[in-house]
């Protein structure tokens, strides 16, 4: 199967390569003759944004843009565990006369900050802006733009189920019910009842805020690092609960908004340049932000970006090839790999991913969707035995060519080194050793078999669909000789183009495949969602255990960082031990970068070469320099 693949895949290219060099050759000219700071990036996509409102636009390439003209309070780094500033400079908790709770050496207290708070409902922090910080009309980044971006999450009349919403809702304190303020939980000069205790001095009028959180480590992580600052300026005047923020019918003055953004990130929007096929952002020179090195120094070294949609990926692959773009804002085939290696002037980036591709089985369908052979999934023994059936090792090598890893059961990655717990891994070891656990256990439950060796139910052979979208035909395949051996029978099943309203929230599926990704920034939403709240979330088999719903309610309530570490270690044994999402692989991230004119490509995890890292470490190759 994997070399009828790659054979197919190669002799695919080599046809495109001979169709498009004579078409393609004109437009490689514009990056051979431009002596600028531009860097030229391609985009493997079906259409380029026709919005750049930042929590409507979540497909494609708009995140990466969006994120590039607008700008969130602070970065996460994941290394370091330090939130890195943005629009923000400083944050911290403070106690009840308003003081910070820090150690001595300027970290947060844990210690004293569950003394203080450990049995309230909230806790607060003080957060400080940059006062550098500008929109790109100029207009200062103030107080009042924060509190009017968080106040719209939080209003659903307002914002109308815009993608920030779900941020907000389980990390801040303040509360609407139809429109109306029931809970206030942001607090700034204007925005300043009596009761709140609070007081502004004139230096910090415009860049002070106070946030209620909600009693949960993760709640700033959320606000910090997920959220889109929008200007107050430019929303206030013209949305409504008639007119919201994210309207499918947008009136004129939203829809010039929607494609005319006033962002206050490093770059603004080239409007004269941009068009379906062509997005051209600009370096902002008063953006805040600089050099870390030397602060006479732009943040990035990059002048303009210039986006290049195509359509193709073999379009794509021939320009990077033919030295037409700079880098590709996308990854690619593992199998075209070979077609770089010998280039002298590309590099091949790999990036690992904290994304865990899994096989999750449907062990408590709605009324009416349950069936004799749904009704195995109930069992743990069953479950443990499809578990340990499956064989990454093997499955990364035929299915995924080698451009991947093997996942913990407990769906932690092993590179999150204080949150991974080496105890969850209990689907790996020999092989042959767990095929015959798992043949041990199902003859014990469904010990029957017809002529060809799968097992019986009541007469019938044991048959299950996967769902999946056509991409993941070949996994399906793989997985059809993997349950051979334990006596069940698989198919491939399509999921179409909406499976969660179609299958997956009404329980009409046997099993599925989901992406599940598990970091500190997502642990105490993502959890929940995937394990705890039943309906339209991402618990699709509607799975429920009393005792690991209580262990994740710990973990996301706990206010003691080492405490939030310990009981992330400890759900994690209990995933694992449920065998209901059963991890497969997690995919490497394999893209290319060309290093004739810029130098400095970062491999950063769960991205491609086009990252924030490597925007920043980006150097023109010397004799490039205009």
Same mark, same amino acid.
């Given at each position: ?398 299915? +995924?060519? /080698?451009?991947? =890893?093997?996942?913990? $059961?407990?769906?932690? %990655?092993?590179?999150? &080194?204080? *949150? @991974?717990?080496? #105890? ?60 051979? +051996?334990? /006596?069940?029978? =698989?198919?491939?099943? $399509?999921?179409?183009? %909406?499976?969660?309203? &179609?299958? *997956? @929230?009404?329980? #009409? ?118």
């Amino acid at each position: 199967m994997k070399k009828v693949f790659r054979k197919s895949c190669f002799i695919l290219l080599l046809l495109a390569l001979c169709l498009l060099t004579a078409g393609c050759r004109s437009k490689g000219k514009e990056r051979e003759e431009d002596d600028s700071d531009t860097l030229y990036v391609g985009y493997v996509g079906s259409s380029f944004p026709t919005s750049y409102m930042p929590w409507q636009s979540r497909d494609g390439i708009a995140p990466t843009v969006c994120s590039m003209l607008y700008s969130t309070l602070f970065s996460y780094n994941d290394e370091t565990g330090v939130f890195e500033p943005g629009l923000a400079e400083s944050w911290c908790y403070i106690d009840k006369k308003g003081e910070p709770i820090l150690t001595e050496d300027g970290r947060v207290d844990y210690a004293r900050l569950e003394e203080v708070y450990g049995k309230s409902k909230y806790i607060p922090i003080k957060l400080v802006l940059n006062k550098e910080a500008r929109w790109s009309d100029g207009r200062p980044v103030t107080a009042e733009d924060i509190y009017f971006t968080f106040d719209l999450c939080a209003n659903n009349a307002l914002s109308n189920h815009a993608g920030a919403l779900a941020w907000v809702t389980g990390s801040l304190r303040h509360t609407y019910e139809r429109g109306k303020l029931m809970e206030q939980g942001i607090f700034t000069a204007a925005h300043n009842p009596s009761y709140s205790k609070y007081t502004f001095s004139e230096d910090e009028t415009d860049t002070t805020v106070y946030l209620h959180l909600e009693r949960s480590l993760g709640a700033v992580t959320t606000l910090f690092t997920t959220i889109l600052i929008l200007p107050e300026h430019i929303w206030s005047p013209i949305i409504s609960a008639e007119n919201p923020i994210n309207s499918t019918k947008p009136n004129d003055a939203l829809q010039y908004a929607y494609t005319h953004p006033v962002g206050c990130g490093p770059f603004s929007l080239d409007l004269d340049a941009t068009n379906a096929q062509v997005i051209v952002l600009q370096r902002r020179d008063d953006y805040h932000l600089r050099d870390k090195a030397d602060p006479a120094l732009p943040y990035y070294k990059v002048e303009r970006i210039k986006f290049i949609l195509y359509q193709e990926q073999n379009v794509a692959i021939f320009s990077i090839l033919k030295g037409y773009i700079d880098v590709l804002a996308t990854s690619v085939n593992p199998n075209y790999r070979t077609l770089f290696d010998k280039e002298e002037n590309l590099q091949v980036i790999e990036s690992e991913s904290s994304f865990c591709q899994c096989l999750v089985l449907n062990v408590n369908p709605q009324s009416g969707q349950n069936t004799p052979l749904r009704s195995l999934f109930s069992q743990p023994d069953f479950r443990r035995a499809i578990a340990l059936a499956i064989n990454q090792e093997d499955l990364i090598e035929k299915v +995924k060519d /080698g451009a991947a =890893v093997p996942f913990s $059961a407990g769906l932690i %990655s092993n590179k999150l &080194t204080e *949150l @991974y717990n080496p #105890k969850a891994d209990i689907l790996s070891g020999d092989y042959e050793a767990r095929l015959a656990e798992a043949n041990t256990i199902l003859d014990a439950i469904v010990p029957e078999k017809d002529a060809e060796g799968y097992r019986l139910l009541n007469g019938r052979r044991i048959r299950y669909e996967i769902l999946g979208n056509p991409a993941e035909q070949d996994l399906v395949s793989f997985l059809q000789v993997q349950f051979q +051996k334990i /006596g069940i029978e =698989v198919e491939y099943a $399509a999921a179409g183009s %909406s499976p969660e309203k &179609t299958f *997956l @929230y009404t329980s #009409k599926f046997d099993m599925t495949l989901q992406g599940v990704t598990f970091s500190l920034t997502t642990v105490d939403i993502m959890m929940k969602a995937h394990f705890v709240t039943l309906g339209t979330s991402s618990n699709y088999g509607r799975y429920e255990d009393p005792a690991l719903e209580a262990k994740i309610k710990e973990m996301t309530s706990t206010i003691n960082l080492d405490r939030k570490y310990e009981l992330i270690r400890e759900v994690q044994e209990m995933i694992a031990e449920t065998y209901y999402k059963i991890p497969l692989y997690s995919s490497k991230i394999v893209s290319v970068a060309r290093t004739d004119r810029w130098h400095g490509w970062k491999a950063v995890t769960d991205a491609n070469a086009f990252n924030t890292d490597s925007l920043i470490s980006l150097e023109r190759v010397k004799g490039e320099s205009r």
